[in-house]
């Protein structure tokens, strides 16, 4: 079936530094999205990516969809301790409707 | 993620006991996914509906698990004689066709 490897699986950084992150995958996803979920909460939604190569931001936040459909990648700048917590990638096929997600990458920032 | 609403926030059970886990959607959204989460790991696909229509159950298991997304009302998880091991939590999210999904604050659930 289709899988989603996320990675790194966990990161432990600096206030300030930059993070980067990716998902890869065997199939082709038309969507890609990517979430923050922090202790106790539902995943929130941050980015989404429709078309391939294409590259958004949402403040420290930006994420593109890999040329081949099949990867993406998320990167934050100037990480700030709030910044905490498990960001997971989720490919979104039109074919068959089904989101499946990455296994999560988990982000601890010290101050 | 606001508009996805999930209830109870929280559930517990005694063995053999029956779980309804309700989400409802987002208002437009026909489409509802749940998802488990263990602590410490990530969000295990479990099924995929529209309504009325169960699309894809591939993660559900075979026994005492089955959900529903009637034409009215709320999308239903149901699990019959739960078990120790049925202790999760679970989110459920919806979207529109081929839109980004939106999850509720999920329930989780202990078994005792």
């Known amino acids: 079936g289709q899988q989603l490897n996320q990675s790194p699986q966990s990161m432990f950084i600096q206030e300030g530094e930059d993070v980067s992150m990716n998902c890869t995958s065997s199939s082709i996803f038309n969507t890609w999205l990517w979430y923050k979920q922090e202790p106790g909460e539902g995943p929130v939604l941050l980015i989404a990516l429709y078309k391939a190569g294409e590259l958004t931001s949402n403040g420290r936040l930006t994420a593109q969809f890999g040329i081949t459909r099949k990867d993406s990648f998320l990167n934050i700048s100037a990480s700030i301790p709030s910044d905490v917590g498990i960001y997971f990638c989720?490919?979104?096929?039109?074919?068959?409707?089904?989101?499946?997600f990455g296994q999560g990458t988990t982000l601890q920032v010290k101050p | 993620n606001a508009g996805v609403m999930q209830n109870p926030r929280h559930l517990v059970r005694r063995r053999g006991q029956e779980a309804r886990l309700r989400c409802s959607p987002m208002?437009?959204?026909?489409?509802v996914y749940w998802y488990r989460q263990l602590p410490e790991e990530g969000l295990k696909f479990m099924v995929y509906l529209q309504k009325e229509n169960i699309i894809d159950e591939s993660g559900m298991p075979k026994e005492r698990f089955s959900a529903e997304f009637p034409k009215e009302g709320p999308s239903i998880l149901r699990i019959q004689q739960v078990v120790r091991g049925d202790s999760a939590a679970y989110f459920c999210?919806?979207?529109?066709?081929?839109?980004?999904?939106?999850f509720g604050q999920g329930t989780r659930l202990t078994v005792v």
């Open positions: 208002k437009g959204h026909s489409h």
């Open positions: 989720a490919g979104l096929s039109s074919n068959t409707g089904k989101l499946i």
């Open positions: 999210a919806s979207s529109g066709r081929n839109t980004e999904a939106f």
